[in-house]
């Protein structure tokens, strides 16, 4: 199998949307129907995975948005050294990746850049984790697989630590 050679962009009105099929409907709904508006608006930034080939097409996708999260429900690992406020956070509130590239290692890489994206944003504004609302047990899983830990009382909610990223990083 040959390694996927894809570009990150923000979402645009070219993006081919109707053709993204992730396996969730309720994923490929929002990259149909809402994302672009969304993106525009300024409610969550959707980064699309295109092929270097075919700009139009999207491999895989995700959104963000600035949020913050109770200090109380913040696993331990990450409020380590913060005063006892709200904890500023990144939401991935969507990941997806079409059917036809699953298992060849987009999502994983896809996580890393929205990381990264939030890495770059957090040495402006602050922020030390991402945020996720994992849909099942199984993605929650996937999620932690990456250093993902669940909130002190939601198991398919997680929190990622930036720090884990700049780590990858360093190590790349």
């Excluded at 956070?89 to 997806?96: H, K, Q, T, Y």
Aim: proline share 4%; glycine share 8%; hydrophobic share 45%.
């Amino acid at each position: 199998m040959t390694a996927l050679v894809w570009d990150e962009v923000s979402l645009h009105k070219n993006h081919n949307r109707a053709d993204f099929d992730s396996g969730d409907p309720d994923l490929n709904l929002y990259l149909q129907r809402y994302a672009r508006q969304n993106h525009e608006s300024g409610g969550a930034k959707c980064f699309v995975a295109t092929p270097s080939d075919a700009p139009s097409r999207i491999l895989g996708f995700y959104t963000l948005s600035p949020a913050s999260i109770e200090y109380a429900r913040t696993p331990a690992l990450i409020k380590r050294g913060l005063a006892h406020y709200d904890v500023p956070v990144f939401r991935l509130g969507r990941l997806g990746v079409s059917r036809s590239v699953q298992g060849r290692g987009l999502g994983g890489a896809l996580l890393l850049r929205a990381a990264c994206r939030c890495l770059r944003v957090a040495t402006e504004v602050g922020g030390v984790a991402l945020l996720i609302d994992a849909k099942n047990d199984r993605a929650a899983k996937w999620y932690e697989s990456y250093g993902a830990v669940a909130l002190i009382d939601a198991s398919l909610s997680l929190m990622l630590p930036l720090s884990l990223a700049a780590d990858a990083i360093r190590s790349a």
